[in-house]
């Protein structure tokens, strides 16, 4: 928004890195207690990097900020294959990499840190979702007889989350980095962040979602 007091330069996006643990939701899609990823992979935390950037197109009076964000994220995970008798571990390693892609319609009510004394920001986030990801046995992307362990998975994801803005810990230092670099606000955030790539349910798509949660900075420009 460009409502701003003079000395703010104009605000109009977001730019966030993220991190945090990530388990894709593999086995999800198998019925009867199957548990392929858990057997192969264990169910240990793997970690995901991610960064997202938005444009914050639009300034709802007395609410916030809504706009378009892309983000991009990824993460990799391994673990030892297995001999023919399905039981005995292998000395060679498997991997599943995954590298998520987004676009969402991001809402950020920063009304009641810009109007209150509480330098909180609520925000939530719905979008569409698509994932690379492809598998390998230490010598390449494996295979399964004739296919080639790598695909893309999409569907829908949705984020709900709380931004501390950092600036009211230091004022002085804030209005520095506006007058310098243009940036108007620097957050810590919490996210809880679910998202179902599955093909929308069609069956032929690995399930790599996650429910999970991301810890992140965030600065808006």
Known sequence: GHDKQEYES???FAFEVRFGPYL????????????????????K????LAAEFDWQA?????????????GLGYTTM???????????????????SLLPVYVAAVLRADVIAKKTPIPLVPYAKLGLGASLWWTSDGSGVSRVGNTVGRGTSYGY???LGGMLLLDVFDPSAAL????????????LFFEYYNSNLDGFGSGNKMQVGARTWFLGLAWEI
Not at 24 to 41: I, L, N, Y
Not at 58 to 70: A, D, E, H, V, W
Not at 79 to 94: H, I, M, S
């Open 10 to 12: 104009p605000q109009d």
């Open 24 to 43: 894709p939701r593999v086995d999800d899609e198998f019925g009867s207690g199957a548990t392929p990823f858990a057997t192969m992979f264990g169910t």
């Open 45 to 48: 935390n793997r970690y995901m």
């Open 58 to 70: 639009l300034r709802i009076p007395y609410l916030g900020t809504l706009g378009p964000g892309f």
């Open 78 to 96: 391994s673990g030892k294959t297995f001999l023919t008798d399905g039981v005995t571990r292998a000395t060679q390693e498997a991997s599943l």
């Open 157 to 159: 994801q949705y984020a």
């Open 176 to 187: 520095e980095l506006d007058s310098t670099l243009g940036v108007n606000n620097s957050y």
